[in-house]
């Protein structure tokens, strides 16, 4: 996608893989700048402290990782220790752990010689995929937008929540990728953009549409149900971080009270993902996702920039307030209407047959 009018990947190796520049994205959406990572524990930090973050983009910054850790881990035991702390710098986005395995798939059979150049080549590779699935996410969920569009012959509004942008996988994104296409197309559309407490994806929505000149209106995360009852939203677009083979989806937290609204209202709910976000192994999203809970200062504070332009974060509630902070929910498959994903559209009880020949070698 563009940025400034220029064509801008979230993540890209240079020279040769022995570094990678990223985009801190805990300074959008006041300050672009670029990031370079030079070592693994460079990965780890800023996955953990989400520099990079969103499915997609942790696994592929997991993959670099991995490439990076080479740089010191000429053995087994060092490596494959290595490998265990970036699988493990965030918990529910099982793209982290896909890629890590894929990774480690490649290298252990080789020779400690020869595994840099195989990890630069399979990390490559696995970026420009995710490019590639991304794209063809958005073209899948573009032919459920024209439908409507056909159907309503007027602007379309589309509700999202958190960020499942470009800035959340290498392009394209997962949610706003159908958005984009559509847009592009010239099928008008209206994006309404949940902020998304406590860290504020919602901002970095906002800034990507603003980038691309798609239409759209930032709320709060509670005003999309009022929106809903009131006609004001014809779908509900959103990303996910692991999806269970039956369909149940862990995603922002908010997102399950929006599929409440949304089931409530008859409004379609989509979740766009590439099938790197599905964890073949588990059924039950409630029971068997490990849900992130994230420290108590994100629910504490409030991050922005102060008058002169500085970053800077404004307090709510005094210290010791007692806080709790899970990062994620869980949608159960009955309220998602169907998946867009590399492969198409599919409804959650077609999602394990649709790619039943690809059932994860890698998780
Ligand atoms: O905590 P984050 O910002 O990494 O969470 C991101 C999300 O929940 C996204 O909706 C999800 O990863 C899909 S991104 C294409």
Redesign the pocket.
């Known amino acids: 996608m563009k940025v400034h009018g220029l064509p801008t990947r979230s993540i890209r190796s240079l020279e040769g893989g022995e570094s990678v520049e990223i985009i801190d994205q805990t300074l959008l959406p006041f300050r672009f700048e670029r990031r370079v990572l030079t070592t693994w524990e460079d990965a780890v930090e800023a996955i953990r402290n ?1 520099r990079v ?4 983009l ?1 696994g592929i910054t997991g993959a670099w990782g991995v490439v990076l850790a080479l740089k010191t881990c000429h053995d087994n035991e060092s490596l494959l220790k290595a490998a265990e702390v970036i699988r493990n710098a ?1 918990p529910t ?1 099982v793209n982290l752990s896909w890629a890590v395995t894929r990774m480690l798939g490649a290298l252990l059979p080789r020779e400690p010689k020869d595994r840099f150049f195989t990890a630069v080549r399979l990390a490559e590779e696995m970026t420009q995929e995710d490019v590639e699935r991304c794209r063809r996410i958005g073209e899948a969920g573009l032919g459920v937008l024209r439908e409507l569009y056909q159907e309503k012959r007027r602007p379309l509004n589309v509700l999202t ?4 942008g470009w800035l ?2 290498v392009d394209y ?3 706003l990728s159908p958005i984009y296409q559509a847009h592009d197309e010239g099928i008008p559309l209206h994006v309404w953009v949940e902020e998304t407490r406590p ?1 504020n ?1 919602g901002l970095l929505t906002e800034w990507e549409l603003r980038e691309h000149g798609v239409a759209h209106t930032l709320i709060v995360d509670n005003a999309g149900g009022h929106l809903m009852q009131h006609g004001d939203v014809d779908a509900v677009i ?4 692991r999806i269970t083979r039956r369909g149940d989806v862990a ?2 937290i908010g997102t399950y009270l929006k599929a409440l609204a949304a089931f409530d209202n008859g409004v379609p709910f989509y979740v766009a ?1 590439p099938s790197s976000t599905v964890d073949w192994r588990l059924l039950s999203g409630r029971q068997e996702i490990e849900i992130e809970n994230r420290g108590a200062d994100e629910v504490l504070g409030v991050h922005g920039m102060d008058k002169s332009g500085k970053p800077a974060t404004v307090r709510l509630a005094p210290e010791g307030t007692p806080v709790a902070n899970p ?2 929910d869980v949608t159960p498959s009955r309220l998602v209407t169907a998946f867009f994903t590399e492969r198409g559209v599919f409804k959650p009880e077609e999602l394990y047959s649709g790619f039943a020949d690809q059932l994860s070698a890698y998780q």
């Open positions: 989400m973050r969103g499915a997609p942790i965030r986005a929540h958190c960020n499942a959340a996988t994104g997962t949610a860290r994806q959103v990303g996910a971080d995603n922002k993902a990062a994620f």
